[in-house]
């Protein structure tokens, strides 16, 4: 690689290792322009987090689920001027499946590198380092099989529900800017969703799967806020 004037651009990169878990723990980039890149990796028993907690992660700790990274940020140092590049955290919770599942993920949202001085302190207590510019940014809700069936983007506002069928094996929808409990289906060979569908609704003889909705029907959902439109497709 070259710099803008031709000249030969060196980088040297080293690894390093957890002692507790063997997985790498640290990236360290040099570049020939005197910069020094780190990125460094947090895995469960980095952490010593209050059990019980709002987090699971002493539970991934108990069933020696510790290769997952928790915490992966990125510094950079200039001479004596060290700066935080980028933030990164998964945090994890105990669904109602059982599984040990990530929940919330937060992420620096910075215009400019945070100075070492002012990106506060991180763990051991902690997954997060205490400053207003690391904030979540997208959160994940389960369903009794340990299905993704709602993701919310949090910058953006915007969420998306993937529906499941055959036992909850198989997604076989995903519709974007609806809760999962303000979808409704019928005629994937299954039926479902949070909304009530009274059995009398249904007829036989249906072109795909063994029946489908009658002509004339009335599903209903307390989860619905009747300010908002929605879109009806056969």
């Not at 969703?193 to 007829?203: E, K």
Request: proline residues 6%.
């Amino acid at each position: 690689e070259y710099d803008k004037v031709g000249n030969a651009m060196e980088t040297i990169t080293q690894y390093e290792y957890s002692p507790i878990n063997f997985q790498v723990s640290s990236i360290i980039t040099y570049t020939n322009d005197d910069r020094k890149i780190e990125k460094k990796i947090y895995y469960p028993e980095n952490f010593d987090l209050p059990v019980p907690g709002t987090s699971a992660i002493p539970l991934l700790i108990t069933n020696n689920i510790v290769n997952i990274p928790i915490v992966t940020e990125t510094w950079q140092t200039r001479g004596t001027n060290k700066e935080l590049l980028s933030f990164s955290a998964i945090d994890f919770d105990k669904v109602s499946s059982g599984a040990l599942k990530p929940i919330i993920e937060y992420k620096l949202i910075a215009n400019a590198p945070i100075p070492s001085a002012s990106a506060g302190i991180l763990g051991p207590t902690s997954i997060l380092r205490n400053i207003p510019e690391i904030k979540p940014v997208s959160t994940t809700t389960y369903d009794a099989n340990g299905n993704a069936v709602q993701a919310n983007n949090l910058l953006a506002s915007k969420v998306a529900s993937t529906i499941y069928s055959h036992d909850g094996q198989y997604p076989i929808g995903n519709i974007i800017n609806a809760e999962r409990n303000e979808v409704a289906y019928s005629s994937f060979e299954d039926e479902g969703g949070d909304w009530a569908i009274s059995a009398g609704n249904y007829a036989q003889g249906a072109i795909t799967g063994g029946r489908c909705l009658s002509t004339n029907f009335n599903i209903a959902s307390p989860a619905v806020p009747n300010t908002k439109k929605y879109k009806l497709s056969f």
